[in-house]
C-alpha cells in the first residue's frame, strides 16, 4: 500500500520528505532544524597572510568586531592552477594554503586556540590602515595596520574581495 500525504491526501513514494502536491514535510521529525549561530561569527577568511616579523603563513579569519590571524599550512601550487587563481576561477585545490574553510564553522574562540601563536585584533581599537599594491610575484596587497598598541604589517594576495573586505570594516580609517 503506498502512503499518502496527510494534508492532501495524494499519494506518495516511499522515502518522500515533502509532499509533491502542497508541499507539506513529510518526515518532520527526522529533519534536522536550522539553528542560527548566535554572537559573534567568522564572516570572511583571507589566505594567506604574511606577517613582517613572523614566520610561516596566517589566514585572517574576520568577524565584525575582530581580526583573528591563524596559523596555516602552505601547500605547493601547480602553475595551471595558480593561473587559473590570478584570473579568479577557483576550483577545489586551487588554493595555496590548508583548508581555510573550516574557520566558517568554528567559533571566534575556536580559531583564536586551534594553534599556538595564533591573535586577534580589535577592530574597534584600530586607528588607521593603508593599504598598497605590490606587483612582485603575481601581486599582493601590503597592508599596515596601526591599532593601540600594535603596529602590524602583512601581505595579503592580490584579490579584489580582500580589498573591499578591508575597506568595509575599516571604512573612515583606511588608505590607500
Known amino acids: 500500500m503506498m502512503p499518502s500525504c496527510a494534508k492532501c491526501g495524494k499519494p506518495l513514494l516511499e522515502g518522500m520528505r515533502f509532499c509533491p502536491y502542497c508541499g507539506q514535510p513529510l518526515a518532520a521529525e527526522?529533519?534536522?532544524?536550522?539553528?542560527?549561530?548566535?554572537?559573534?561569527?567568522?564572516?570572511?577568511?583571507?589566505?594567506?597572510?604574511?606577517?613582517?616579523?613572523?614566520?610561516?603563513?596566517?589566514?585572517m579569519a574576520m568577524t565584525s568586531e575582530t581580526l583573528i590571524f591563524a596559523r596555516i599550512r602552505e601547500m605547493e601550487l601547480?602553475?595551471?592552477?595558480?593561473?587559473?587563481?590570478?584570473?579568479?576561477?577557483?576550483?577545489?585545490?586551487?588554493?595555496?594554503?590548508?583548508?581555510?574553510?573550516?574557520?566558517?564553522?568554528?567559533?571566534?574562540?575556536?580559531?583564536?586556540?586551534?594553534?599556538?601563536?595564533?591573535?586577534?585584533?580589535?577592530a574597534s581599537e584600530v586607528s588607521a590602515v593603508r593599504l598598497s599594491y605590490d606587483s612582485d610575484d603575481g601581486g599582493?596587497?601590503?597592508?599596515?595596520?596601526?591599532?593601540?598598541?600594535?603596529?602590524?604589517?602583512?601581505?595579503?594576495?592580490y584579490d579584489k574581495y580582500y580589498r573591499d573586505l578591508l575597506f568595509r570594516m575599516f571604512e573612515g580609517r583606511i588608505t590607500w
Open 30 to 59: 527526522e529533519m534536522e532544524r536550522f539553528e542560527p549561530a548566535k554572537g559573534e561569527i567568522v564572516i570572511a577568511v583571507a589566505a594567506p597572510a604574511h606577517i613582517v616579523g613572523r614566520e610561516g603563513a596566517y589566514a
Open 78 to 122: 601547480d602553475r595551471g592552477k595558480e593561473e587559473l587563481r590570478q584570473v579568479g576561477i577557483f576550483m577545489p585545490g586551487s588554493s595555496s594554503c590548508d583548508n581555510t574553510s573550516r574557520f566558517y564553522e568554528m567559533s571566534p574562540e575556536q580559531v583564536l586556540t586551534e594553534t599556538k601563536g595564533n591573535f586577534s585584533v580589535e
Open 140 to 157: 599582493k596587497y601590503i597592508i599596515k595596520l596601526n591599532a593601540e598598541e600594535l603596529e602590524l604589517t602583512f601581505t595579503l594576495p
